[in-house]
């Protein structure tokens, strides 16, 4: 039986042209982190399972994760997500490097997920991350950062929006209705999946959690919280004010702030991942077709504490590539990235044409010019469609005429100008490309 031709499961391949588009997104990542001033890192694409296990959650070490026992007999996983090895990475160094350390990667990261629009099986995720910030400066510096870098798509706050929350202030109201743990975690699940269930569903699985009525009542109504305002009232009536200080600063400072119209409290933000403990968010599209998360994060206090380090306090974001080409997508802010882009065709319609422009060809290339030299005799009326195919913005021709006047044909596509150059005069050719 022949073999599939199709990548696997929930995975890509990349033709040229889908790959211009993720280089493209790429692109736009290093540019965004470095002028925050994030410097660029990257892990090993394998970890122990042990480094999931610590913190990252039940659901990514239960169902998500592709492990295997390796020929040494340990336990390693396909990193699912990047946190966990940055961790791992600054616990190494954090001692000998200046704070806060601001760095970004753009790994591809598996997860074993039922794929479907905006979840694939492994994507590749743009991480930005600081460490060691004073109070809520590197929480408001994420979220610039974030904000920015969609906006370098020219989206802008018709586009998206920023949800966010704080998990001091969720655990402290989970804590005043009951005290059992478990019973805690189990309401942080439920809260995480409460947009993606049908109300009754949620109702049920509230009453099975065997909370008081009037705690279950009060967890109603934290759900339909719907602004900054309604919450900090709420937290006043339970007595529990003081929990949400330090999101009162944050939120204090991002308030005279440009990317302020951007944020938006939702109750329902607290992340699947157990490591956050203080502000979450997630970047949620406006789309009324495409209504899903591009991006999330938060703060974490004590992550590097796995490795016995000190505390150094965490904040950072993932925003996928698949999400965030849909996103682009859905409000038109994708380029056309289906054709190359070149700056010379070289085409010779005469068979001595492959030796008499080899030397020019590389010349070309050494002043930068992006040059496809045609590699066999190309016939006149084939030289401009196959322009068009390449993206090239000139072509060289190089006909009968011109092999024995030892010169070339250059021609712009854009403006029909054309001169006939001497071969030996290579400056005038490239004068002429610079026009
Ligand atoms: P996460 O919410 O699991 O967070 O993933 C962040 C983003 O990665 C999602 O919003 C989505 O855009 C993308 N993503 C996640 N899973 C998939 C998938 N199966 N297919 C396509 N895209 C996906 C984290 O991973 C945290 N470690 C982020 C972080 C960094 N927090 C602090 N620093």
Redesign the pocket.
Same mark, same amino acid.
């Given at each position: 039986m022949a073999l599939s031709k199709k990548p696997y499961k929930g995975t890509r391949d990349f033709l040229p042209p889908d790959k211009r588009a993720q280089d493209y997104l790429f692109e736009k990542m290093h540019q965004s982190a470095q002028l925050f001033g994030f410097e660029h890192y990257d892990g090993p694409l394998l970890e122990e399972v042990e480094l999931y296990k610590a913190k990252s959650g039940e659901e990514l070490i239960n169902d998500q994760i592709y492990s295997f026992e390796d020929r040494g007999k340990r336990f390693v996983a396909i990193r699912p !997500?990047?946190?966990p090895t940055l961790a791992r990475m600054v616990a190494r160094v954090h001692r000998e490097i200046p704070k806060p350390i601001r760095w970004y990667s753009i790994p591809n990261l598996y %997860?074993y !997920?039922r794929p479907q629009r905006? %979840? /694939? %099986?492994e994507?590749w995720?743009f991480?930005c991350?600081i460490f060691g910030a004073p109070g809520r400066t590197g929480e408001v510096e994420i979220v610039q950062l974030l904000v920015s870098f969609l906006e370098n798509f020219g989206a802008n706050e018709t586009h998206f929006e920023v949800l966010i929350n704080d998990r001091t202030i969720v655990d402290s109201i989970f804590s005043s209705l009951t005290s059992n743990q478990e019973t805690i975690y189990k309401l942080y699940k439920l809260v995480d999946k409460s947009k993606k269930i049908p109300e009754e569903a949620l109702l049920k699985e509230l009453g099975e959690t065997g909370l008081e009525k009037q705690s279950i009542a009060s967890f109603k109504r934290y759900l339909k919280l719907s602004s900054f305002d309604e919450l900090f009232d709420f937290l006043n009536e339970l007595n529990l004010s003081e929990a949400a200080d330090n999101f009162k600063q944050f939120y204090h400072v991002i308030e005279g702030q440009s990317i302020s119209k951007f944020l938006n409290f939702d109750p329902t933000i607290v992340? +699947?991942?157990d490591y956050y403990t203080g502000i979450v968010f !997630?970047v949620f599209d406006k789309h009324p077709d495409n209504r899903r998360?591009?991006?999330? +994060?938060?703060a974490?206090a004590n992550l590097l504490q796995i490795f016995d380090e000190p505390a150094l306090a965490g904040v950072?974001? +993932? /925003? +996928?590539d698949?999400?965030l080409q849909d996103f682009l997508q859905s409000h038109g802010l994708m380029p056309d990235c289906t054709k190359a882009s070149n700056d010379v065709l070289v085409s010779y319609q005469v068979t001595e044409g492959y030796q008499d422009l080899a030397e020019l060809a590389l010349n070309l290339r050494r002043e930068n010019k992006k040059t496809l030299f045609s590699l066999e005799p190309l016939k006149f009326k084939k030289v401009f469609s196959q322009a068009e195919k390449v993206g090239a913005r000139f072509v060289i021709l190089y006909g009968e005429q011109e092999k024995d006047q030892h010169s070339v044909i250059i021609k712009n596509l854009a403006s029909k100008e054309q001169e006939t150059i001497p071969l030996k005069e290579f400056k005038q050719i490239i004068k002429f490309l610079n026009k």
């Open positions: !997500e990047m946190t %997860r !997920e905006g %979840r /694939l %099986r994507h995720q991480n991350d992340r +699947g991942l !997630e998360a591009i991006s999330g +994060g938060g974490y950072g974001f +993932g /925003l +996928g698949v999400t």
